[in-house]
């Protein structure tokens, strides 16, 4: 009733409400450009490269650009599934977390996104390393049962 959007169940956080933060993300062209680079970074980097480096990464960036979206109040709709589903057949530790939130900084840097608005984001994604660490163990991309041939 007092106009704030209510957010989707799959999003796993709030939104953000100052609309600058979108606006240092330069919107979501911004965002798809950010989106683009940060996969490039994932799929160079070893810690990460196992996970991204597959048929999937295109889907993955949209799906990406939709929930910064949608968490920077931009107007957008995250329509994917929540992290703990998404996340589940994979091996993620907190190596392989941390080095996806360091590439993502890299990323937001290149594109000139204030530190300020940068820790915004990162303040909301942060926790979700709940639902998307999957092992303490040894990181691993195979699918978990392994599939029968
Ligand atoms: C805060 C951190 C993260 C966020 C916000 C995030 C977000 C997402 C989103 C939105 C999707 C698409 C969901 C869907 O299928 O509908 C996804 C899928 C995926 N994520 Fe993450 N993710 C994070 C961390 C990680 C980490 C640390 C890894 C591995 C190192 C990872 C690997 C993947 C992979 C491989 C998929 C594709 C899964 C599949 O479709 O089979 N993610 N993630």
Redesign the pocket.
Known sequence: ADGTPVPSPNL?TTIIQDPTVFKDFGGKEGLVKIMDDFMVLLIADPR?KP??DNE?QA??KA??VE?MCEILNGGCK?P??D?KS??A??R?NRE??N???EDFQLAMDKHNVPFSSQNKLLAK??P??RD?ETTTGA?S?TLVPPVAK
């Open positions: 796993g990460t996970f991204f999937k889907f993955i799906m990406l929930q995250y994917g599934r992290m998404s996340h057949t994979m993620v392989a977390f080095a996806l939130v994604l942060a979700m390393y998307i990181a991309a």
